[in-house]
């Protein structure tokens, strides 16, 4: 399937996507693949968890992108002692008006870092629930919006598991994608080490986008054209997994609309205002690997997001795109 780009509609600021990328690998050095993807998190208007090991880049990764957009930034690190209240906020007594006043807690942030995110108890876990799909909390009956853009940057160490409580299925399936970051190369290790001799790469980030910019983007990313052919590559591609014989949950309806919007938002980046099957099948792992359970993952008690994205990829072999 072809497209003709000479019947574009839609203006891309291009430029723009560009000096925010470029700005965000002045600190996170040599993997565009993975500044692409949070982007494609940010600009679809979803969230993402990133499954790594300590060290190689989360926080920062995170913090870059909040500085790069000009947006607010915080880091709730998490522990089984963290409470909801703690993340959402609580209402406070305050003598001097006679009434209860609601003290915003950390939530009410752009780029909200959750650390660790499967060290707090699943009551807590779950009042997450609520902010990343309606973008609002609840507090005593009384809903409180969140500020525009929002985005959760979710964190997790896949090796080590004692003391912490996994995401249930219904957490997770409200992540537009899961990554991993890896270990830079030895070049690339250099160069990390060299910029930081003096002073830390993150202080010379310069905003290139606002947060009412990114909200236009958002609004853009969902105006972006996408064939019958490629919706319908999609629903085959999600209804494949429900299918598979090592599959014991296969991908919701949900994870359907994520891998279509995070095409849209992968074709903005790209500077295109239409998508490619070629943009599904880049973010089909991603997006689909963690919202589904394999016959080993159930018969081992837990999760494997390997085994997962090896049945998702061999799915991708198998499923043609009709044209």
């Known amino acids: 399937m072809t497209v003709d780009p000479q019947s574009a509609r839609l203006a891309i600021p291009s430029q723009s996507i560009s000096r925010l990328v470029q700005e965000i690998e002045k600190v996170y050095v040599g993997r565009r693949d993975r500044v692409e993807l949070s ?39 998490f522990t089984p002692d963290l409470l909801p209240a703690d993340l959402l906020g609580l209402n406070i007594y305050d003598e001097s008006k006679s009434r209860f006043v609601f003290k915003r807690g950390p939530l009410f942030a752009n780029i909200v870092l959750a650390d660790e995110i499967n060290r707090t108890t699943p009551k807590t876990q779950s009042c997450l629930l609520e902010a990343m799909n309606e973008y609002q909390i609840t507090v005593d009956g009384v809903a409180h919006p969140l500020p525009r853009p929002f985005c959760v940057l979710a964190t997790q160490n896949p090796f080590e598991f004692e003391g912490t409580y996994p995401l249930p299925e219904s957490q997770l399936d409200r992540f537009f994608l899961r990554m991993n970051l890896g270990y830079p190369t030895i070049e690339q290790g250099k160069r990390i080490i060299r910029d930081q001799r003096i002073t830390h790469p993150i202080e010379d980030v310069e905003p290139v986008m606002r947060g009412p910019e990114v909200v236009e983007l958002q609004g853009l990313v969902r105006r972006v054209r996408v064939s019958e052919q490629v919706l319908d590559y999609v629903i085959r591609l999600v209804e494949a997994t429900r299918h598979h014989e090592g599959v014991v949950t296969g991908v919701s309806p949900r994870g359907g609309v994520h891998l279509y919007r995070a095409a849209q938002a992968l074709a903005v980046l790209r500077g295109r205002d239409y998508v490619e099957p070629d943009d599904v099948k880049e973010l089909a792992v991603p997006v689909l690997s963690h919202r589904m359970r394999s016959h080993r993952a159930a018969s081992a008690g837990g999760s494997t997001y390997e085994e997962a994205a090896r049945i998702v990829r061999e799915i991708l072999h198998q499923t043609p795109v009709t044209l």
């Open 39 to 77: 982007l494609v998190a940010l600009l679809a208007g979803g969230h993402l968890i990133i499954e790594d090991v300590p060290g190689v880049g989360k926080t920062m990764l995170a913090n870059t992108i909040a500085s790069a957009i000009e947006c607010e930034f915080r880091r709730i690190q």
